[in-house]
């Protein structure tokens, strides 16, 4: 089956550092995307890894190792706008694109 | 970036009905549209994978007699709730990706969120 491991919770303070860990456990990969959801409104696409390594825009990188099947988000210089859910989630259907999505971690920002 | 809207944003409806949702890929033709549903607090589902011209592809457990989909052109896929009972009541929500574009961003629509009475 399909599974994606995440922290259901983070708590961080405004201007701070926060990582969000990833581990998936699915029958193909193709790459990892990272989604921000704020509530009653849409996922909007932050970041996707193909490949191992580490990619970076602006306050967001995102990091994956396929050997280790896991990944992470990192958000620095954390605002009080990026208090929101975030969720990994595996393309993993051959040419189909669907996404399998993690559970979602719910970022929550303290002044 | 490529925006992807749905109609409607909500709606309410009475057991044993049937509810219409389209989404519209606004700025680029999709030939291939996803339909997730989301519970609060609970993450996304992929539900089906809409195909232009041809018959959708259903996840394991999704029913296709009570989602019925329909793709009817490259820029609109429509999804029919047949029946609709109050445990439909969801967050449905559309993506697309740009077939131009080479990242594997998909643009997701605004949702709609549906209440069965």
């Known amino acids: 089956g399909q599974s994606l491991e995440q922290p259901s919770e983070v708590t961080a303070v405004e201007g701070a550092i926060v990582q969000i860990n990833c581990t998936y456990q699915t029958s193909g990969f193709y790459g990892l995307s990272w989604y921000q959801q704020h509530d009653g409104g849409a996922p909007t696409f932050l970041s996707y890894n193909a490949l191992d390594g580490l990619e970076e825009t602006g306050r967001f990188s995102s990091f994956l190792s396929r050997s280790d099947s896991y990944g992470y988000l990192l958000l620095q210089e954390l605002q009080m706008k990026d208090s929101a859910s975030y969720f990994c989630a595996v393309r993993d259907g051959g040419g189909a694109d669907g996404l399998t999505f993690g559970k979602g971690t719910h970022l929550i920002i303290q002044p | 970036g490529a925006v992807v809207s749905q109609h409607p944003s909500w709606v309410i409806c009475k057991s044993g009905t049937s509810v219409k949702i389209e989404c519209r890929s606004l700025?680029?033709?999709?030939?291939?549209m996803f339909w997730y549903r989301q519970f609060p607090k609970q993450s996304l589902m992929l539900m089906a994978t809409s195909n232009e011209g041809s018959k959708a592809t259903y996840e394991q457990g999704v029913e296709k007699d009570k989602f019925l989909i329909n793709h009817a052109s490259l820029t609109l896929s429509t999804l029919t709730v047949t029946s609709a009972h109050p445990e439909d009541s969801s967050f449905y929500i559309c993506?697309?990706?740009?077939?131009?574009?080479?990242?594997?961003?998909?643009?997701f629509g605004p949702g709609t969120r549906l209440t069965v009475t």
């Open positions: 700025d680029f033709q999709a030939t291939t």
């Open positions: 993506s697309a990706r740009d077939p131009n574009m080479v990242s594997y961003e998909q643009y």
